[in-house]
């Protein structure tokens, strides 16, 4: 009975889930790449009157629950599988998923949170697609034990049309958690565990002496389209790949959901990200900087302050026309970005200063508090730091593979429409897969990246970044910080959202 259970859900996965992508398998130029999280036991509550009754406590319950999850994983053969919330503490789980993995053809890496969470990430690679180069694990030691893997790995031909010795057929595959904003202060937390990622691929490249490889963020990133993290990804050249290939805008950002929580709000927080190499990029810490003077930005509008009482606001006590160190601070501390755990530290409160005093002379004059603090327009030139971070690793024959979004699908499919279906009971988050298409080689000098990127320069509205990032709209929370939901009544402070336009597929590459 339960082999011809199986038959029957294999038949309906082919025909419901994975329309779109099974001409992955076929096609060898294409890969695919699905990020699922599937809601570890200890966390699935099962009587909503006794919050404590959890589905670890019956082992039917989350045995044949997740029997089904790889049922389905299984009949799909992405050849990257990102899962979060996986039951690591469980070594009968474990030993479930690496055997039916394993047979199947994919290497597991297993990642756990630190401080004994019991949940953590697993990332599955399929061998016939793949070689693994390197892998590691981030351990971001925060508040929310949260952790990401870093996986390098090599194509196998005949995955990539640029089969040569010149041409490097290499990418980086991040799988991350990040935390839940139970509050608005928790929202500056989230924004420094991405930029802990990012640091950590470009110092991981630069050890190495490697050219900018492609990149795919995977994972739970427990905010909308419209938060702090998306902004913040979009201004280093990072693309959603379910927008991409479905051509949507931050406007319809109402269009499909991903996730539905315990208090029953539904929201699109799983995200699998693209960068190619030849993407224009800002330096990043102008993009933290950026992206924490949009929240400061953010509680300054939400007082309803208009742009001469918030000039007025941050000067304090000073007796000239211009801001001091210490009114800065004090801002900081009654807009709540500092004065508690999850709070700017000194150093990064000494940053934002520097970038704020443009001309260096110890004060903020209103000129640079239009410039840095209360519009959202930026210095739009290329950024010719960025090409320095990479000078001593570019190698001007070195070529690599770029990628575009041929594809994306997720399910169930009533979330592509902004529903949520009573009668999934997988998860409480629907599983995205994507199909990147390989492309033409992209050149690995850095001339060659600088005419790619005037592809997608700051006027190219359907590329590259504009205005539109920092522009400021006025949202809400993930329950009390990170994001809004499509059905949710109320919005509740704690993320700057914003928007960003986009319709090309292909993104970021150009003939060598």
């Known amino acids: 009975m339960g082999r011809k259970n199986r038959r029957i859900n294999k038949g309906r996965v082919s025909r419901i889930g994975s329309y779109a992508i099974a001409s992955s398998i076929k096609d060898p130029t294409c890969i695919s790449c699905t990020t699922f999280n599937i809601l570890a036991p200890i966390y699935k509550r099962l009587n909503h009157e006794d919050p404590s009754y959890r589905e670890s406590d019956v082992k039917d319950y989350w045995l044949d629950r997740n029997q089904k999850i790889l049922d389905w994983l299984l009949c799909e053969r992405s050849s990257i599988i990102c ?33 004994n969470r019991g949940d953590g990430l697993l990332t599955a690679l399929h061998k016939d697609y793949f070689k693994v180069i390197n892998h590691r694990g981030l351990l971001f030691n925060d508040f929310g034990d949260r952790v990401a893997q870093l996986l390098h790995v090599e194509l196998i031909a005949p995955f990539s049309q640029c089969r040569n010795s010149n041409v490097r057929q290499e990418l980086l595959i991040v799988n991350t958690h990040l935390l839940f904003p139970h509050n608005s202060s928790l929202c500056l937390e989230r924004l420094r565990q991405v930029y802990k990622i990012l640091q950590y691929v470009e110092s991981y490249q630069k050890e190495n002496k490697l050219n900018p490889l492609p990149i795919l963020l995977c994972g739970d990133w427990n905010g909308s389209k419209r938060g702090h993290v998306y902004k913040f990804l979009r201004s280093q050249g990072f693309v959603s790949s379910y ?14 959901v991903s996730h539905r929580n315990h208090r029953g709000n539904i929201c699109g927080v799983d995200f699998i990200w693209l960068l190619n190499p030849n993407r224009y990029r800002k330096l990043l810490k102008t993009s933290w900087s950026e992206a924490v003077f949009g929240m400061f930005r953010y509680q ?21 026309d211009y801001i001091t160190y210490s009114g800065f601070c004090e801002a900081l501390r009654q ?25 260096g002379n110890g004060v903020v004059d209103y000129k640079e508090f239009k410039q840095w603090i209360w519009n ?35 399910f169930p499919t009533e979330v592509e429409k902004g529903m949520w279906p ?9 599983r995205l897969t994507v199909q990147p298409e390989t492309r033409r080689c992209v050149t690995g000098s850095s001339a060659a990246r600088w005419e790619a990127n005037k592809i997608f320069t700051p006027a190219d509205k359907t590329g590259g970044p504009c205005e539109q990032l920092t522009s400021d709209i006025c949202a809400g929370c993930l329950c009390n910080g990170g994001a809004v939901y499509a059905n949710a009544s109320h919005f509740l402070p704690g993320v700057v959202h914003n928007t960003m336009g986009r319709k090309k597929q292909e993104i970021g590459i150009t003939e060598a």
Not at 91 to 108: H, Q, T, W
Not at 243 to 256: G, M, N, P, R
Not at 336 to 358: F, K, P, T
Not at 382 to 404: C, H, K, L, P, Y
């Open 83 to 115: 899962l979060q919330e996986f039951w690591v503490g469980n070594e009968e789980m474990v030993s479930i998923y690496d055997k039916r993995l394993g047979d199947a053809g994919y290497f597991n890496f297993k990642l756990a949170r630190t401080n």
């Open 335 to 359: 807009l709540n970005l500092i004065g508690h755990c999850n709070g700017l530290s000194a150093e990064e409160i000494q940053e934002l200063w520097v970038q704020a005093d443009i001309d």
């Open 300 to 320: 300054l509008r939400r007082a309803s302050l208009t742009e001469n009482d918030a000039f007025v606001f941050l000067k304090a006590d000073s007796q000239g």
């Open 422 to 430: 009573e009668n999934y009971s997988l998860s409480d988050h629907a």
């Open 243 to 256: 927008d991409t290939a479905h051509q949507y805008t931050d406007a319809d950002a109402h269009k499909w």
């Open 376 to 410: 959202a327009s930026r210095f739009e030139e290329r950024d010719e730091v960025s090409d320095e971070v990479w000078a001593d690793v570019m190698n001007e024959t070195e070529q690599t593979i770029g990628f575009s979004v041929k594809n994306a699908v997720l």
